[in-house]
């Protein structure tokens, strides 16, 4: 009975202890867990916090036009990588190997290209169609032909001049990154990236940026080609659809090849059009990035302002003359009816501006003055002028910073008469 209650009375004591350091095991446990957990959370949001700090500068630095270096930057060509027919992918590397600041995507480079048999060079922007790296800038630019109603026009001088004369381990001059078309990556809202042909450059660009945000957002990437083999970063966007299932693209093809196949390659025949648009999202209840030909964002713009879509929820970029207005109109050709004079004053020259030129530039070129000139859409600077007196209206917001007294030709009519520095 003694050595019962004895054995009984060891057994609990045991027990306790057993419990005790139970309890001390799982105390420690819980408490490692806790720490490792609450340290992974503090790193997350630390990575978090310095993703949206540099987000947040970039995009402040956009919006201001505080440029990462100011006039050229010598880049050296790293590779080259065909994407289409007659498109190619070109990687630059600073020369000065110092590391390259984050652009905010969306952005575009200017070039400075020595042609042959010119005397000045010709400035050309072309997009960057990757995400920010600190270590290259990729641009991808498609070759331009004579249009079709003029074939015996010359090709394109710039985006020719990249496929036929530019080799790895060539140095170009480029401006800093530039441009207000820009994407927020961390930020929640659900988007809408629509592009056609060349056009979808920069909204690559955004999506990547945003699939490496590990922001779970909604994107429609809704893009239109003529056929598969013109049809850029295909197997690229194909595989982060699959992978990230927020993600969903809608390809139309207007002329698809025999060798297309539909719901393989892409998922509708025809052009891309507002029809489309309202076809695939589920409401107009999004951000829209559109970038494209003329006709695409002449149709498409005003029909998403119609549709119910505020302004402040439409962002374009004009790969040339710009003919989407920002305030809420598309711009027509011949708007101003009053003549007014335009004087060129150094070269002792005035004209009647009658409204039928799309620009002061294009109205300069026709009356024989020498205009300088690049993108022709507000994006490079080259054809910025002093305004003696008088005063212009803009067609479209800059995406440059235009000091006080100045105008971009290629983007401005004249508000009455006017006296440039030309
Ligand atoms: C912000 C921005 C971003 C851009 N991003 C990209 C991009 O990512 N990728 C891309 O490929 N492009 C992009 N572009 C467009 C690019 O900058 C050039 O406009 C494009 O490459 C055409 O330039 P080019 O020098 O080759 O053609 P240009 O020499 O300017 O010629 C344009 C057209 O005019 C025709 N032409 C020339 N002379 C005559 C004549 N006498 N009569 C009739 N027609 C004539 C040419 O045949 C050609 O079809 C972008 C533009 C901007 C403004
Ligand atoms: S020509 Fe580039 S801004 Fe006018």
């Known amino acids: 009975m003694g050595i019962n209650t004895q054995t009984i009375g060891l057994a609990i004591g045991w027990l306790l202890v057993g419990w005790v350091g139970l309890q001390g095991l799982n105390f420690t446990v819980r408490t490692a867990r806790r720490r490792a957990r609450w340290h992974r959370d503090f790193e997350l949001e630390r990575a978090d916090f310095r993703r949206r700090v540099e987000a947040a500068a970039r995009a402040a630095r956009a919006s201001k036009a505080i440029a990462d270096w100011s006039g050229w930057r010598p880049f050296r060509v790293a590779a080259i990588v065909d994407e289409a027919v007659d498109v190619k992918s070109f990687y630059f590397t600073p020369v000065d190997g110092r590391p390259l600041l984050p652009f905010a995507p969306g952005q575009y480079l200017t070039f400075r290209l020595p042609l042959i048999g010119t005397s000045a060079p010709l400035v050309r922007c072309y997009s960057m169609s990757g995400r920010p790296q600190q270590d290259y800038y990729r641009a991808t630019i498609k070759r331009i032909a004579a249009p079709s109603d003029r074939p015996t026009a010359p090709p394109g001088r710039g985006s020719n001049y990249f496929h036929d004369n530019v080799r790895v381990g060539d140095v170009l001059e480029v401006r800093a990154p530039g441009g207000t078309f820009l994407i927020d990556p961390l930020a929640g809202e659900p988007v809408a990236l629509i592009g056609a042909g060349i056009g979808v450059t920069p909204l690559v660009s955004m999506l990547d940026a945003c699939v490496h945000s590990g922001q779970r957002r909604e994107i429609y990437a809704i893009f239109g080609f003529r056929n ?91 790969f040339g003359p710009a003919s989407v207005k920002c305030g809420g109109t598309v711009q027509s050709r011949g708007r101003r009816a009053e003549p007014c004079e335009v004087r060129f004053e150094r070269a002792h020259w005035a004209v009647v501006w009658d409204g039928s030129f799309t620009s002061l530039l294009e109205f300069g070129e026709a009356a024989g003055i020498a205009m300088p000139s690049g993108c022709r859409a507000g994006s490079c600077g080259e054809c910025m002028l002093a305004v003696r007196s008088g005063a212009v209206t803009n067609l479209k917001q800059p995406s440059i910073s235009v000091p006080a007294g100045h105008c971009l030709t290629c983007i401005s009519e004249p508000a009455g008469a006017l006296v440039l520095d030309a």
């Open 228 to 318: 598969g083999r013109e049809h850029p970063f295909k197997d690229h966007l194909q595989r982060l659809a699959e992978t990230n299932p927020w993600i969903h693209l809608q390809v139309s093809y207007s002329a698809p090849l025999s060798e297309d196949v539909l719901y393989k390659d892409y998922n509708h025949r025809g052009r891309l059009s507002f029809d489309r648009l309202r076809a695939v999202l589920p409401s107009n209840n999004f951000h829209y990035y559109v970038c494209g030909p003329s006709q695409m964002m002449e149709s498409l713009v005003p029909a998403l302002w119609d549709w119910g879509v505020p302004e402040s929820h439409v962002h374009f970029e004009a």
